[in-house]
């Protein structure tokens, strides 16, 4: 998707993307995968998954103006 959008990225993100998008479906489909061994073997996959993604890298640290903020408060 980051391609389609002409963004210049390195290869690093592309496959961050795929893995992040094959995780959350993974986690989104766990509930279908029976108790069991079957469960272990899932869940081991997506833990091997989980372990190669870099996290840090989307993790964002941006500001948030005054006027966004003001918007989001309730009084």
Same mark, same amino acid.
Do not use: C
């Given at each position: &998707?980051?391609? &389609?959008? +002409?963004?210049?990225?390195?290869?690093?993100?592309?496959?961050?993307?795929?893995?992040?998008?094959?995780?959350?479906?993974?986690? &989104?489909?766990?509930?279908?995968?029976?108790? +069991?061994?079957?469960?272990?073997?899932?869940? +081991?996959?997506?833990?091997?998954? +989980?372990?190669?993604?870099?996290?840090?890298?989307?993790?964002?640290?941006?500001?948030?103006?005054?006027?966004?903020?003001?918007?989001?408060?309730?009084?």
């Amino acid at each position: &998707m980051l391609k &389609m959008l +002409g963004v210049d990225i390195t290869a690093d993100y592309v496959r961050l993307e795929t893995n992040v998008t094959r995780f959350a479906l993974a986690a &989104m489909d766990l509930p279908k995968i029976s108790a +069991g061994s079957q469960e272990t073997v899932y869940l +081991g996959a997506m833990l091997q998954l +989980g372990l190669s993604i870099q996290w840090d890298k989307l993790i964002t640290t941006k500001s948030v103006d005054s006027k966004d903020e003001k918007s989001h408060k309730r009084y």
